[in-house]
Nanobody, 126 residues
């Protein structure tokens, strides 16, 4: 089992920045990479970013490219999401998730992820 705990959410004005953290514990060595997803009220949960533990390969959803940066600290089993130039449409609950190599269907596919955190709220005021 892998446990994930997100932190760093909050209220920020449009154009501002936030950094989310996701601390992983348990059998983290069994995971392939980590992803961030978000879910706005009444919307489906959508992919935001992904990073592979081994070599740091990253993927981003188009609307966050150039504004968000995902990074990892392997020694701390922690993944970060630096969010700059925030917009009101970035308002959502942000979830981190851990992917396993045996059932990986690509970074943006929710079924690639076996473990999920509880989420952290990000609110961007315009």
């Amino acid at each position: 089992q892998v446990q994930l705990v997100e932190s760093g959410g909050g209220l920020v004005q449009a154009g501002g920045s936030l950094r989310l953290s996701c601390a992983a514990s348990g059998r983290t060595s069994s995971t392939y990479g980590m992803g961030w997803f978000r879910q706005a009220p009444g919307q489906e949960r959508e992919f935001v970013a992904f990073i592979k533990w081994s070599d740091g390969t990253t993927n981003y959803e188009d609307s966050v490219k150039g504004r968000f940066t995902i990074s990892r600290d392997n020694a701390k089993n922690t993944v970060y999401l630096q969010m700059n130039s925030l917009k009101s449409e970035d308002t959502a609950v942000y979830y981190c998730a851990a992917a396993r190599p045996g059932s990986y269907y690509g970074p943006a596919t929710r079924r690639s992820y076996a473990y999920w955190g509880q989420g952290t709220q990000v609110t961007v005021s315009s």
